[in-house]
């Protein structure tokens, strides 16, 4: 699996609960659409939407389906939002992150990288599906197996533990 970030090298001292790199499952990607305010009316979870990356030049099309939307937009979870103290109010159309998971088949043609821009397309002719989620994904984004060894190994050691004792109670 590809990593990226990595923020440790060999030799370095580290401790617990350092970031030491950063996961990137490239067969699984999604792309972040920000859709202005005023185009977010007919989007449905479900519908689906077709992604042209820059990386190939715009000629390879990548098919997907909405999978959520934000609750609010980019500048409401800003770490510093945007002040207007002069009292001079503009309206700025606000632009709404939108979840488009791509068809994994696509992904295998073609890889992906992330960060990269890329045009999103939503069919909204279809309007059945729910505007919000009604549950959160059921899979998870990663799963290791790293710590499977260490976990057999402290389990039959605290299981020893166990026993020793109901043995020494006896």
């Given amino acids: 699996m590809p990593w990226s970030q990595r923020s440790v090298q060999l030799g370095q001292h580290v401790q617990a609960g ?3 790199m950063t996961v990137i499952p490239l067969n699984a990607l999604w792309v972040d659409a920000n859709f202005k305010e005023v185009q977010l009316r007919h989007l449905r979870i479900g519908q689906a939407a ?3 990356s820059d990386l190939y030049g ?4 990548y098919h997907g389906h909405v999978q959520g939307m934000s609750a609010g937009t980019g500048a409401a979870f800003a770490l510093l939002p945007a002040q207007n103290a002069s009292g001079n109010w503009i309206k700025v159309v606000q632009r709404v992150p939108v979840r488009i998971k791509i068809d994994d088949a696509d992904l295998a043609k073609s890889p992906l990288r992330v960060g990269l821009s890329a045009t999103v397309t939503v069919d909204t002719t279809d309007r059945s599906g729910p505007v919000l989620a ?3 994904a059921e899979q998870p984004v990663g799963y290791t197996q790293v710590y499977a060894q260490d976990l057999e190994k402290a389990n039959a050691e ?8 109901l043995g020494a109670q006896e």
């Fill in 18 to 20: 350092q970031a030491l």
């Fill in 50 to 52: 077709e992604v042209r």
């Fill in 58 to 61: 715009g000629s390879y099309l």
């Fill in 134 to 136: 009604g549950k959160s």
């Fill in 158 to 165: 605290a299981d020893a533990v166990i026993r020793h004792n």
